[in-house]
Nanobody, 122 residues
Framework: QMQLVESGGGLVQAGDSLRLSCTASGRPFSTYAMAWFRRVPGKEREFVAAIRGSGGIKDYADSVKGRFTISRDAVKNTAHLEMNSLKPEDTAVYYC???????????????WGQGTQVTVSS
């Protein structure tokens, strides 16, 4: 089993920045692609960004390209999501997830964190 613990959510204003972190334990971190998804009430959990285990390949949802950056720290077993130029529509619960392959499909992710709330006020 892999345990994922997110942190860094909060309430910010439009245009502000926020950094989410996800610390992993229980499985070899470098063998898993890490991703961020988000969910708003009444909607399905949607893909935000992903990074391969080696860190060499990244993927982003169109809605966050150019604003969000995903990264990972192999020493600290942590993945990060740097969010800049935040918009009210970015308001959601953000989840960290791990998969043996990098993919945008949430069904392929085996392990999930508990989620962290991000609220962007206008």
């Amino acid at each position: 089993q892999m345990q994922l613990v997110e942190s860094g959510g909060g309430l910010v204003q439009a245009g502000d920045s926020l950094r989410l972190s996800c610390t992993a334990s229980g499985r070899p971190f470098s063998t898993y692609a890490m991703a961020w998804f988000r969910r708003v009430p009444g909607k399905e959990r949607e893909f935000v960004a992903a990074i391969r285990g080696s860190g060499g390949i990244k993927d982003y949802a169109d809605s966050v390209k150019g604003r969000f950056t995903i990264s990972r720290d192999a020493v600290k077993n942590t993945a990060h999501l740097e969010m800049n130029s935040l918009k009210p529509e970015d308001t959601a619960v953000y989840y960290c997830a791990a998969s043996v392959v990098i993919t945008t499909s949430r069904d392929r992710y085996e392990y999930w964190g508990q989620g962290t709330q991000v609220t962007v006020s206008s």
